[in-house]
């Protein structure tokens, strides 16, 4: 039989033959969507639902294509998208449609396509380059795409037009910068208008940014590669954001305010004469809405909101509509929907996100408590209609009259996609993805003075008697939840639990989804808090569950999950007795702006906060074995934060061990490094424990 190593990593993380990447047609008659034909076939295809007849048709497959298009290789940014956003599949991974055309536009091996939803005829494109990011305008007329900096479009007849450009090597146009994309959750640089003949554009220049290198190869002949990487306390790049014609005319938007505003958020442009921004200050601490108008580039700031500690930005927020100012904002103990400053939502729901906004309502994405996520409409007097009731965690994508709802719970494996029309259920659309070889034997707990949200996994067939090594699996820091109501989530830990340990997995202060001041108990300091978390977690898990083994304790964790780990060994090694950190930050100055400044403040005016959580600093205390593991490519959390704490930790005469992953990005997609990453890691552990290695389980 297959292992679970093999199986999680040909899977891509079991995600691949899941459906993926709505688009919904202005009448509902039709939904485009991503999907690979199986769980084992990573190459994603083109369909068309049809939610009235519940069918489906195959619009564009990857493999039928080729030949067709003049192949380029994929550029250099739209690597970068696929590491922002995560992407581990392959084939058609993004598409862009039109509300008033049925043209969409993709890539499939570096080709440009349009596809037309009611005749079903694809026509391939030339291009004078590599295609990044190709939008059809709002007719499905033109599309543009990015193309080595530059901004292009092509008309029907595929004549190929430049708008703007730079010979300047560090500027780029219509490309989102690296803390956009990666932090704040704006992937793109441009923008159609709602007429489709003028485009919104960015132009980011990097010539003020640090400009570092990373060595990502084993082969001496491969040069290393240049990274533009603005960590904390120095300089993010320059962007400038003007409106051009389709003849290249450019008109400019002061959206900074006078360097007042550091941070373009993103754009709502619905108008032909107004568009809306949203912008943030270098400390976060304060959010802009502005109004632009179009044809004059004049700019007026409409709503700011504020916080002591920073101002979080939500997907799909803010949103204008009429005369309705509708935001996301942390009032009182809730983050709450609200509408020309009145919040709506109340205190008893976390709003996660914005799904859409007309002008009768708002539809959003909504937790009761951390474990789900449902889907809710609100009309602007706060009156709630629910899509959804069951335990789980539903993400949803909707135009306000046909909604896409996909649903993930602890009884179901993978994903269940249902279609409503208004808020009636008419047709779904199957998971292809495969069930995982394993089983979950699961519990879930509230654990500790704070009751942290917590599950507790042991090996199948465990007595309930027999003495078990404990191992502790957290992500434990902002913005990212290890503990929902998702089977999808616990595969990994299970398996190591059949391996003989007992699991803890637990979600402590500054995680999301369960109020703001929760999140914000990390404000200054995120290493003691996240720490204190995991130690009562496993303290409270012992209480109930007598088996667990305290004299053999290891914990293991992935970027911030690695801080963790390795933090974890260095301060408490009387507690935790081996760690494996995986891409950990070990100097949060080395990390970037937008992240790290929100929770620690800049460098230079609060510099306690960076040598308080610096792991370097501590390297003389380590007395457990430490596995350190970092892929060399990763240009998110680099590979340096390794090497210096390795070196810290040479210098103090403290044995342990490195792992460089040559070729290997931050989020480890290649099927061979997947699985034996995780064989790796449990020889570690078992030998650093003091357990008998008998082989995978």
Same mark, same amino acid.
């Given at each position: 039989?297959?292992?679970?190593?093999?199986?999680?990593?040909?899977?891509?993380?079991?995600?691949?033959?899941?459906?993926?990447?709505? *688009?919904? !047609? %202005?009448?509902?008659? &039709?939904?485009?969507?991503?999907?690979? +034909?199986? $769980?084992?076939?990573?190459?994603?295809? #083109?369909?068309?639902?049809?939610?009235?007849?519940?069918?489906?048709?195959?619009?564009?497959?990857?493999?039928?294509?080729?030949?067709?298009?003049?192949?380029?290789?994929?550029?250099?940014?739209?690597?970068?998208?696929?590491?922002?956003?995560?992407?581990?599949?392959?084939?058609?991974? *993004?598409? !862009? %449609?039109?509300?008033? &055309?049925?043209?969409?536009?993709?890539? +499939?091996? $570096?080709?440009?396509?349009?596809?037309? #939803?009611?005749?079903?005829?694809?026509?391939?494109?030339?291009?004078?380059?590599?295609?990044?990011?190709?939008?059809?305008?709002?007719?499905?007329?033109?599309?543009?795409?990015?193309?080595?900096?530059?901004?292009?479009?092509?008309?029907?007849?595929?004549?190929?037009?430049?708008?703007?450009?730079?010979?300047?090597?560090?500027? &780029?146009?219509?490309?989102?910068?690296?803390?956009?994309?990666?932090?704040?959750?704006?992937?793109?640089?441009?923008?159609?208008?709602?007429?489709?003949?003028?485009?919104?554009?960015?132009?980011?220049?990097?010539?003020?940014?640090?400009?570092?290198?990373?060595?990502?190869?084993?082969?001496?002949?491969?040069?290393?590669?240049?990274?533009?990487?603005?960590?904390?306390?120095?300089?993010?790049?320059?962007?400038?954001?003007?409106?051009?014609?389709?003849?290249?005319?450019?008109?400019?938007?002061?959206?900074?305010?006078?360097?007042?505003?550091?941070?373009?958020?993103?754009?709502?442009?619905?108008?032909?004469?107004?568009?809306?921004?949203?912008?943030?200050?270098?400390?976060?601490?304060?959010?802009?809405?502005?109004?632009?108008?179009?044809?004059?580039?004049?700019?007026?700031?409409?709503?700011?909101?504020?916080?002591?500690?920073?101002?979080?930005?939500?997907?799909?927020?803010?949103?204008?509509?009429?005369?309705?100012?509708?935001?996301?904002?942390?009032?009182?103990?809730?983050?709450?929907?609200?509408?020309?400053?009145?919040?709506?939502?109340?205190?008893?729901?976390?709003?996660?996100?914005?799904?859409?906004?007309?002008?009768?309502?708002?539809?959003?994405?909504?937790?009761?408590?951390?474990?789900?996520?449902?889907?809710?409409?609100?009309?602007?007097?706060?009156?709630?209609?629910?899509?959804?009731?069951?335990?789980?965690?539903?993400?949803?994508?909707?135009?306000?009259?046909?909604?896409?709802?996909?649903?993930?719970?602890?009884?179901?494996?993978?994903?269940?996609?249902?279609?409503?029309?208004?808020?009636?259920?008419?047709?779904?659309?199957?998971?292809?993805?495969?069930?995982?070889?394993?089983?979950?034997?699961?519990?879930?707990?509230?654990?500790?003075?704070?009751?942290?949200?917590?599950?507790?996994?042991?090996?199948?067939?465990?007595?309930?008697?027999?003495?078990?090594?404990?191992?502790?699996?957290?992500?434990?820091?902002?913005?990212?939840?290890?503990?929902?109501?998702?089977?999808?989530?616990?595969?990994?830990?299970?398996?190591?639990?059949?391996?003989?340990?007992?699991?803890?997995?637990?979600?402590?202060?500054?995680?999301?989804?369960?109020?703001?001041?929760?999140?914000?108990?990390?404000?200054?300091?995120?290493?003691?808090?996240?720490?204190?978390?995991?130690?009562?977690?496993?303290?409270?898990?012992?209480?109930?569950?007598?088996?667990?083994?305290?004299?053999?304790?290891?914990?293991?964790?992935?970027?911030?999950?690695?801080?963790?780990?390795?933090?974890?060994?260095?301060?408490?090694?009387?507690?935790?007795?081996?760690?494996?950190?995986?891409?950990?930050?070990?100097?949060?100055?080395?990390?970037?702006?937008?992240?790290?400044?929100?929770?620690?403040?800049?460098?230079?005016?609060?510099?306690?906060?960076?040598?308080?959580?610096?792991?370097?600093?501590?390297?003389?205390?380590?007395?457990?074995?430490?596995?350190?593991?970092?892929?060399?490519?990763?240009?998110?959390?680099?590979?340096?934060?390794?090497?210096?704490?390795?070196?810290?930790?040479?210098?103090?005469?403290?044995?342990?061990?490195?792992?460089?992953?040559?070729?290997?990005?931050?989020?480890?997609?290649?099927?061979?490094?997947?699985?034996?990453?995780?064989?790796?890691?449990?020889?570690?552990?078992?030998?650093?424990?003091?357990?008998?290695?008998?082989?995978?389980?």
């Amino acid at each position: 039989m297959e292992t679970f190593p093999r199986q999680y990593a040909r899977t891509r993380r079991f995600t691949v033959g899941a459906p993926r990447s709505f *688009a919904i !047609s %202005s009448n509902g008659n &039709s939904i485009s969507y991503l999907q690979s +034909s199986s $769980g084992s076939d990573p190459r994603n295809k #083109l369909w068309i639902h049809n939610p009235q007849s519940q069918t489906e048709v195959l619009l564009a497959d990857p493999q039928d294509l080729q030949g067709i298009g003049k192949n380029h290789e994929i550029s250099e940014d739209e690597q970068s998208r696929r590491e922002r956003v995560r992407e581990v599949g392959s084939g058609i991974v *993004a598409f !862009s %449609s039109s509300a008033e &055309s049925p043209n969409v536009c993709f890539t +499939s091996d $570096g080709t440009l396509y349009v596809a037309n #939803l009611d005749s079903r005829e694809i026509t391939s494109f030339e291009t004078v380059g590599s295609v990044f990011d190709p939008q059809i305008n709002p007719n499905g007329s033109l599309i543009a795409y990015v193309s080595g900096g530059e901004l292009r479009y092509l008309d029907s007849s595929g004549n190929d037009f430049l708008v703007v450009g730079s010979q300047d090597q560090h500027i &780029s146009h219509g490309v989102a910068d690296f803390i956009a994309a990666e932090e704040m959750g704006r992937r793109r640089g441009y923008w159609w208008s709602p007429r489709g003949d003028r485009l919104l554009v960015t132009e980011v220049d990097n010539s003020n940014v640090l400009n570092w290198h990373i060595l990502s190869s084993a082969d001496p002949s491969s040069p290393p590669k240049s990274l533009r990487y603005p960590k904390a306390g120095t300089n993010n790049p320059e962007v400038k954001l003007r409106v051009y014609t389709l003849e290249g005319d450019g008109l400019q938007i002061d959206w900074s305010q006078s360097a007042f505003w550091e941070y373009l958020v993103n754009i709502q442009w619905t108008q032909e004469s107004l568009i809306y921004l949203t912008v943030q200050t270098r400390d976060q601490k304060s959010m802009g809405l502005l109004k632009v108008d179009s044809d004059t580039g004049a700019v007026e700031e409409i709503y700011r909101w504020s916080d002591a500690c920073w101002v979080e930005i939500i997907y799909g927020a803010p949103k204008i509509i009429g005369e309705q100012i509708i935001t996301v904002q942390d009032r009182n103990d809730a983050r709450s929907l609200v509408i020309n400053n009145h919040p709506i939502s109340g205190d008893d729901l976390q709003v996660r996100s914005l799904i859409n906004c007309n002008e009768q309502g708002v539809i959003a994405a909504v937790s009761p408590n951390p474990l789900e996520q449902h889907i809710i409409h609100f009309d602007f007097e706060g009156k709630r209609t629910a899509f959804t009731e069951d335990p789980g965690v539903h993400d949803a994508v909707s135009n306000g009259k046909t909604t896409v709802i996909q649903y993930r719970n602890m009884d179901i494996h993978g994903v269940k996609t249902t279609v409503f029309a208004g808020d009636s259920p008419i047709s779904e659309i199957k998971d292809l993805s495969e069930k995982p070889v394993i089983s979950l034997n699961v519990s879930f707990h509230r654990l500790g003075e704070n009751e942290l949200e917590s599950v507790v996994l042991f090996p199948q067939n465990h007595d309930g008697t027999r003495l078990l090594p404990v191992l502790l699996d957290p992500y434990g820091g902002p913005h990212a939840q290890r503990v929902r109501c998702a089977q999808g989530l616990f595969g990994v830990s299970q398996w190591f639990a059949d391996q003989g340990f007992a699991v803890i997995v637990s979600d402590g202060r500054g995680t999301p989804g369960r109020s703001p001041a929760f999140e914000r108990e990390v404000y200054g300091d995120l290493a003691t808090a996240a720490l204190e978390d995991q130690i009562t977690a496993l303290s409270a898990a012992a209480e109930i569950y007598k088996h667990l083994d305290l004299d053999r304790v290891g914990i293991r964790g992935w970027s911030f999950g690695g801080y963790l780990a390795a933090l974890a060994v260095l301060r408490r090694p009387d507690i935790f007795h081996a760690a494996v950190a995986g891409a950990p930050v070990t100097d949060w100055e080395l990390y970037d702006t937008h992240y790290t400044e929100r929770y620690l403040g800049h460098p230079l005016e609060t510099p306690e906060n960076y040598e308080n959580t610096n792991l370097c600093n501590e390297a003389h205390k380590l007395e457990s074995p430490l596995l350190l593991i970092h892929g060399l490519a990763d240009d998110n959390v680099v590979a340096s934060h390794t090497f210096q704490l390795s070196q810290a930790l040479l210098e103090a005469g403290k044995p342990h061990e490195v792992l460089p992953l040559s070729g290997v990005s931050h989020m480890t997609p290649q099927e061979t490094v997947a699985e034996n990453l995780l064989r790796v890691q449990l020889r570690f552990l078992k030998k650093s424990l003091g357990i008998d290695d008998e082989g995978d389980k």
